[in-house]
C-alpha cells in the first residue's frame, strides 16, 4: 500500500494539469494513464530503480553486521603480511567466475599497493572434475615455494586443465617433479583442501568465488568498485 501510494503521489507531481482537469481520482488517474504513458513509465521505473538502490543499501548494511571470522593458518599469503587490509578468497581453479574474480583482486592490489594482502585457500566444488586436481597440484607447487607462480598459470590456462597441464606447469617453474607428484597424492595434501573448504562453509561460503574482506564477506565476482566501497566504509568506520 505505501508503495501504492508513493506511486500516486509521484503521478500527480509528475502531471498536475492533468489532474486540474477531472473531477475524480479514479477519473483523473485513468486520464493521467491514457494521455501520459510516459510520465508512468518514467514514474515506474524512477520508483523501481530508488527501491533497489535502497534495497541494496540495506544489503550491504547486512555486510558489516554480519562479520566472518577466518584464520588465515598455513594458507599463502600474497602481499605485505602486515598489510591493513585482508581479502582472504575461496576458490575453484576450475570456475571462470573464479578466474575473473582474481582478476579483480590483482586490480585491487595493484590499487591499494602495500595496503592489500591476498590469501588463498582452495575450495574445489564437486561438479567441477578437475578443480579438486587443480588444488592439490597448487598446494603441492606450494610445498616448493611456487604456490603463487603456480596458482597463477592455473588461472591463465583455465581451458587446458588436466594432468598433462599439472606436470607441465611443474616443469616451467623448475619444480622437483617427483616431489611434487608424492606430494599432490599426499593425504596432507587432501587434508589442507579439506581444512580450506571446511573453514569457508563455517562462514557460509557455499559456491564461487567467495571472499573475506577484513571481516566482511563478498560472495561472487564482484568489480572493483565494489571492494572499493567496502574499503572506504571500514575505513570510515575506522576513524569514528
Same mark, same amino acid.
Given at each position: 500500500?505505501?508503495?501504492?501510494?508513493?506511486?500516486?503521489?509521484?503521478?500527480?507531481?509528475?502531471?498536475?494539469?492533468?489532474? #486540474?482537469?477531472?473531477?475524480?481520482?479514479?477519473?483523473?488517474?485513468?486520464?493521467?494513464?491514457?494521455?501520459?504513458?510516459?510520465?508512468?513509465?518514467?514514474?515506474?521505473?524512477? *520508483?523501481?530503480?530508488?527501491?533497489?538502490?535502497?534495497?541494496?543499501?540495506?544489503?550491504?548494511?547486512?555486510? =558489516?553486521?554480519?562479520? %566472518?571470522?577466518?584464520?588465515?593458518?598455513?594458507?599463502?599469503?600474497?602481499?605485505?603480511?602486515?598489510?591493513?587490509?585482508?581479502?582472504?578468497?575461496?576458490?575453484? =581453479?576450475?570456475?571462470?567466475?573464479?578466474?575473473? $574474480?582474481?582478476?579483480?583482486?590483482?586490480?585491487?592490489?595493484?590499487?591499494?599497493?602495500?595496503?592489500?594482502? *591476498?590469501?588463498?585457500?582452495?575450495?574445489?566444488?564437486?561438479?567441477?572434475?578437475?578443480?579438486?586436481?587443480?588444488?592439490? %597440484?597448487?598446494?603441492? #607447487? $606450494?610445498?616448493?615455494?611456487?604456490?603463487?607462480?603456480?596458482?597463477?598459470?592455473?588461472?591463465?590456462?583455465?581451458?587446458?586443465?588436466?594432468?598433462?597441464?599439472?606436470?607441465?606447469?611443474?616443469?616451467?617453474?623448475?619444480?622437483?617433479?617427483?616431489?611434487?607428484?608424492?606430494?599432490?597424492?599426499?593425504?596432507?595434501?587432501?587434508?589442507?583442501?579439506?581444512?580450506?573448504?571446511?573453514? $569457508?562453509?563455517?562462514?557460509?561460503?557455499?559456491?564461487?568465488?567467495?571472499?573475506?574482506?577484513?571481516?566482511?564477506?563478498?560472495?561472487?565476482?564482484?568489480?572493483?568498485?565494489?571492494?572499493?566501497?567496502?574499503?572506504?566504509?571500514?575505513?570510515?568506520?575506522?576513524?569514528?
Amino acid at each position: 500500500m505505501k508503495r501504492l501510494i508513493s506511486l500516486l503521489i509521484a503521478i500527480v507531481l509528475l502531471a498536475p494539469t492533468a489532474f #486540474a482537469e477531472e473531477s475524480t481520482f479514479e477519473s483523473l488517474i485513468l486520464d493521467v494513464i491514457k494521455k501520459n504513458p510516459q510520465v508512468i513509465k518514467e514514474a515506474l521505473e524512477k *520508483y523501481e530503480k530508488e527501491a533497489a538502490e535502497k534495497d541494496k543499501e540495506q544489503e550491504f548494511d547486512k555486510l =558489516f553486521a554480519d562479520r %566472518a571470522e577466518v584464520e588465515i593458518g598455513n594458507s599463502p599469503v600474497r602481499g605485505d603480511k602486515k598489510a591493513e587490509y585482508t581479502i582472504i578468497a575461496f576458490s575453484d =581453479f576450475q570456475c571462470p567466475f573464479c578466474k575473473r $574474480g582474481d582478476d579483480t583482486i590483482k586490480e585491487v592490489m595493484k590499487k591499494y599497493d602495500k595496503k592489500v594482502k *591476498y590469501v588463498f585457500k582452495n575450495f574445489p566444488l564437486s561438479f567441477h572434475p578437475e578443480a579438486a586436481p587443480a588444488a592439490k %597440484a597448487v598446494w603441492a #607447487a $606450494g610445498k616448493q615455494g611456487k604456490f603463487f607462480e603456480y596458482h597463477d598459470k592455473l588461472f591463465e590456462n583455465q581451458q587446458k586443465l588436466g594432468d598433462e597441464l599439472f606436470v607441465q606447469l611443474a616443469k616451467d617453474l623448475s619444480l622437483n617433479i617427483d616431489k611434487f607428484n608424492k606430494d599432490r597424492a599426499s593425504d596432507e595434501a587432501q587434508k589442507s583442501i579439506d581444512a580450506d573448504m571446511k573453514a $569457508g562453509q563455517a562462514v557460509g561460503i557455499q559456491g564461487t568465488p567467495g571472499f573475506i574482506l577484513n571481516g566482511i564477506k563478498i560472495l561472487g565476482a564482484y568489480p572493483v568498485e565494489h571492494f572499493d566501497k567496502v574499503i572506504l566504509r571500514l575505513e570510515t568506520t575506522a576513524k569514528k
